[in-house]
Each structure stands twice: as C-alpha cells, then as structure tokens.
Nanobody, 121 residues
Framework: QVQLVESGGGLVQPGGSLRLSCAAS????????MGWYRQAPGKQRELVAT???????NYADSVKGRFTISRDNAKNTVYLQMNGLKPEDTAAYYC???????????????WGQGTQVTVSS
C-alpha cells in the first residue's frame, strides 16, 4: 500500500505561481515514474507532466515553458512548479506514481486525492 499526500493548491490570479508537492509513503520498495494529471469540470483527466527516477521529464504542450516537474528521491516527493498561470489551468491536480511495495512486487499505479488549483481574477 502506497499513500500519496498532495499539497500546495489554492487560488491565484492570472500570471501568478504555485508549487504543488506530493509525498509518497508506505511500504515502498521502489518508485519508478511520478507525475501530475489534472481534470477540469466537464473534461477528461489529462497528463500534465511526468518524471522518471533518472530525471527524464515529459510535459503536455499546453504547459511547456511554464511548468517544471522535479523530484526528491530521498523524500519520495514530486513537485510541480507552476508559473505564468492561466485561467485554463484551473483544475483538480492529481499526483500519480508507479511503484512496487514490500510484500507485493508487482508494479502498479497509485493516485493521490487531488488538490484544487483555481486561477481567476
């Protein structure tokens, strides 16, 4: 069992910045990919950014140049620095990780509960 705790969401004005954090805990054996997804009302959940254990990153075209994903492997934590926020960035942001646990070595995905980001004037 892996638990993901997200934090850092809130209300910001257009052009503002937020930094999201997601800390993984539990009987973790290893974590491979960590990432962020978002879902706006009435829309499908979409990939925002991912980062591998080796530091390779991928971003959705809509956030390239504005968002930066990073991770602290020692803390099992992934971050999403969001700059130049736009109203269309408004969504619930979800942390996701692929991991193996002690007692169950099968690789599977785990999701956080989400943190709300609202960009509005």
């Amino acid at each position: 069992q892996v638990q993901l705790v997200e934090s850092g969401g809130g209300l910001v004005q257009p052009g503002g910045s937020l930094r999201l954090s997601c800390a993984a805990s539990g009987s973790i054996f290893s974590i491979t990919v960590m990432g962020w997804y978002r879902q706006a009302p009435g829309k499908q959940r979409e990939l925002v950014a991912t980062i591998t254990s080796g530091g390779s990153t991928n971003y959705a075209d809509s956030v390239k140049g504005r968002f930066t994903i990073s991770r602290d492997n020692a803390k099992n934590t992934v971050y999403l620095q969001m700059n130049g926020l736009k109203p269309e960035d408004t969504a619930a942001y979800y942390c996701k990780t692929y991991a193996r646990t002690i007692g169950n070595m099968s690789l599977r995905d785990y999701w956080g509960q989400g943190t709300q980001v609202t960009v509005s004037s």
